[in-house]
């Protein structure tokens, strides 16, 4: 087996594996190896399952951020429920969003926002399994391991853990997110973790004999095929290993490198955030179908207005950057950007001038992916409390990203027990959006 990157291991937090980049011959655990994940796309090819390259980027907010002083200001309330950062009037007629969020006022004819999003777990890791899987898991806050696979190892497995032109992971993290992980259907399906061990096995390691020269990095790639050519090794390879051997050799590994990027795009998004978020855009470019971006601070229990000042302005800027950019690309039907947190927070102030956890009502917008966009979708209750109109569940936004992905909602893996399991058992495609 050649081997091009190193092949350690280590476990994070939760137990789970990082997965290694890319190596000839083996790819993650369990033996996968990237000519099987070839096979395999192409025989989903075969039957009727091919994906129709579209690609999702989810923004978690994690610490539960307040639906009110984001996207549901409701200044119509009464005074102790209402935005405490005011509202600020958006390019959509009679449509307003929480104070800090001007950028993005000006971009939500491309965006849509949902304000009946709901479920019943207020707590931080059971609504993040919640909103993560679709389905709720009461021991979540003990301690527990997620018992659903996230979403995008959903779509990493069907789709394969690679993009079988590029060689790109199908499922990247970019911080992790409790419940972002396979569950049962096993640590191949995993997330690439950015950072760490993983990210470092990206570069390529030749011996320095190998080498005519070590000017760059691109020139090392010329040699690696220099030497397979002269060796006549890739004869006696079939059609998958040979496109193993082509997608090592790629330079698909450029797109977590922004020096890579227009330095006037990368100025537009900003630094924090905003580069997390250019780079999730290039990693949908280069064949990545799912990426998590973990943006925490959110559970206010005190002070919400100055820690809205802090946080708001920093997502107003980095999203705006995204969805203006994916318009001026001509990508806004292929990417979609999925914005939420593990639940909302109470929707009346709290003696701290803070809110608490509230699961009955959660932030919620997406922008692009080819979905009804510019729009507000559902009704919040006078105190902005619940949902007013049918509540939008965590397995209505799977449903609809399953259908934005071309993935069956009703498609089944086998649980730990040995029985078909419905990812998407009861959530159905937001009527609007689809």
């Not at 307040?66 to 390019?91: C, I, L, Q, W």
Request: aromatic residues 6%; proline residues 4%; contains cysteine.
């Amino acid at each position: 087996m050649l081997k091009l990157a190193t092949s350690r291991c280590r476990e994070n937090c939760e137990g789970t594996t990082r997965r290694d980049f890319l190596q000839v011959g083996a790819l993650g655990l369990g033996g996968l190896t990237l000519a099987d994940t070839l096979r395999s796309n192409a025989q989903a090819a075969e039957n009727g399952r091919a994906s129709n390259g579209k690609s999702v980027i989810w923004l978690w907010l994690g610490g539960g951020p307040t639906h009110v002083e984001t996207f549901d200001p409701k200044m119509t309330a009464p005074a102790e429920y209402r935005s405490v950062t005011g509202e600020v009037k958006t390019n959509l007629p009679g449509v307003t969003l929480g104070g800090n969020f001007e950028r993005m006022a000006g971009v939500a004819d491309k965006m849509a926002f949902v304000r009946s999003f709901a479920h019943t777990n207020s707590g931080h890791s059971g609504g993040t399994h919640y909103v993560m899987t679709g389905y709720d898991n009461r021991l979540a806050d003990n301690g527990a391991a997620s018992d659903r696979p996230g979403i995008g190892s959903i779509v990493s497995r069907v789709r394969g853990t690679n993009h079988p032109e590029t060689g790109m992971p199908t499922y990247v993290r970019l911080g992790g997110i409790y419940a972002d992980g396979p569950a049962f259907l096993g640590t191949a399906f995993g997330p690439f973790d950015s950072g760490g061990e993983a990210r470092r096995n990206m570069a390529l390691n030749v011996a320095k004999d190998r080498l005519d020269t070590r000017r760059s990095l691109l020139e090392g790639i010329d040699n690696v095929k220099r030497d397979i050519d002269r060796s006549k090794v890739m004869d006696g390879l079939d059609a998958f290993d040979q496109q193993a051997f082509n997608i090592i050799l790629s330079r698909s590994q450029q797109a977590f490198d922004l020096k890579y990027e227009d330095p006037r795009v990368v100025d537009r998004y900003g630094t924090g955030l905003g580069q997390q978020l250019l780079q999730a855009r290039r990693l949908c470019e280069a064949g990545c179908g799912f990426v998590t971006l973990q943006f925490g601070g959110w559970d206010m229990h005190g002070g919400i207005k100055a820690a809205m000042d802090n946080l708001g302005p920093q997502v107003d800027r980095a999203v705006a950057a995204l969805v203006e950019d994916l318009a001026l690309r001509g990508q806004s039907d292929d990417i979609l950007l999925v914005i939420s947190g593990e639940f909302g927070r109470t929707p009346k102030i709290n003696g701290g001038a803070g809110r608490d956890h509230w699961a009955p009502l959660s932030t919620l917008a997406l922008a692009g992916g080819g979905l009804q966009m510019g729009q507000v979708i559902g009704e919040s209750a006078e105190k902005v409390d619940v949902p007013k109109t049918t509540p939008i569940t965590p397995q209505d936004l799977l449903a609809t990203i399953f259908q934005t992905l071309n993935i069956d909602r009703r498609i089944q893996f086998t649980n730990q027990a040995g029985r078909p399991t419905y990812m998407v058992e009861h959530g159905k495609p937001i009527e609007e959006l689809v």
